[in-house]
């Protein structure tokens, strides 16, 4: 974005107002779970979500997708993608993770995603939560013990899971989004600034597509197969409904598990453009800080990659990433403890 479309936006901006920002303030997003009953075995849930996805018209590679060695392994993982991606977010390193433990492992779809712009957009973060509480539940079915890995949103949705289930036995959290780096994203609940946000856009769609003249651009051909490179500017509401809800120190002080944090910083210049590192490090401090962190925390920086640290559609150090991974359940594993 140029800076003079960036002087304009925050100009518009400030017709918000004090009054309008203390409203925000008043009334935070509220939460609303779902009540339903999860079907008795993980292949009738398996089979149901998919049957959804069908019928929704996922793209291929988009769709949930289950690896699996056992009826049940020693441990389970369930991988939870970030906003306007797909499991493609993470397979290339986690397929290598489970192969190693040969760990059945479970690759959720989250609500308004894999299909079309307009699904994205009525997607609410209240149906992120209550899809990831359930794919929890039922991935428990495929392990003794369970570590769940996020990416970007999915890291906080796993943070937020971690926060209310002091049995999951580890968390692996890559880029996870506790906050924008770019300041403008904070303005998609403030009362009119969508509107305003639309007006200077040009349009009620946000494009982002590939950038060749820019160097921190990794992605990789066929990338746009498996992320929305075309949203409506409205669907980011979600996303911060998310983050004002659940990206705080009441979540981050109640885990009590293992921690992996992964994210992509070598210098000022080369560091992860989309979700905020001093948000990523301040909230790593905080784990745990009810009682004591666990001893197991661990956040490594990884000097080569982008905010997507695991797909084979961006380039980034793959293998520095699963060394860490395997590293830090073997950890948890020696640990030898069933909870």
Do not use: C
């Not at 149901?48 to 996805?53: D, N």
């Not at 289950?66 to 991606?85: N, S, V, W």
């Not at 977010?89 to 190693?100: P, T, Y």
């Not at 905080?286 to 925390?297: A, I, R, S």
């Amino acid at each position: 974005m140029s800076r003079e479309l960036r002087n304009r936006i925050l100009l518009l901006s400030l017709v918000v107002g004090a009054g309008a920002l203390a409203l925000a303030v008043l009334l935070p997003p509220g939460y609303r779970s779902k009540k339903r009953t999860l079907p008795a075995t993980f292949d009738e849930y398996l089979k149901e979500k998919l049957r959804i996805s069908h019928e929704k018209g996922a793209r291929p590679g988009n769709e949930e997708r289950l690896i699996r060695y056992a009826d049940k392994t020693e441990f389970a993982i369930l991988y939870i993608h970030g906003y306007g991606a797909s499991r493609a977010e993470g397979e290339l390193v986690v397929d290598q993770l489970a192969e190693k433990f040969k760990a059945n492992t479970y690759y959720v779809r989250l609500p308004g995603h894999g299909t079309n712009p307009e699904d994205h957009a009525q997607a609410t973060f209240s149906d992120y939560i209550n899809e990831v509480e359930d794919a929890y539940q039922m991935t428990r079915l495929l392990g003794d013990r369970v570590i769940i890995v996020g990416t970007s949103m999915g890291g906080l949705l796993a943070t937020y899971l971690g926060s209310r289930h002091p049995e999951i036995d580890g968390l692996i959290l890559t880029s996870p989004f506790y906050d924008f780096e770019d300041w403008l994203g904070r303005l998609a609940n403030e009362p009119g600034a969508m509107y305003l946000l639309e007006t200077v856009n040009g349009s009620a769609f946000r494009k982002t597509e590939k950038r060749p003249d820019d160097p921190n651009d990794k992605r990789i051909e066929g990338y746009q197969d498996f992320w929305y490179t075309k949203q409506y500017l409205k669907a980011i509401k979600s996303l911060e409904n998310l983050r004002e809800y659940a990206a705080n120190s009441g979540t981050y002080e109640r885990l009590t598990m293992p921690v992996l944090l992964l994210y992509y910083y070598k210098d000022e210049q080369h560091k992860d453009q989309t979700a905020s590192v001093p948000a990523m490090l301040d909230a790593f401090h905080q784990f745990g800080m009810l009682d004591k962190p666990n001893p197991l925390n661990r956040a490594v920086a990884i000097e080569r990659g982008n905010h997507v640290l695991l797909s084979r559609w961006v380039d980034a150090d793959y293998d520095r990433s699963l060394q860490e991974m395997v590293l830090f359940v073997n950890a948890v594993k020696s640990r030898n403890v069933k909870k």
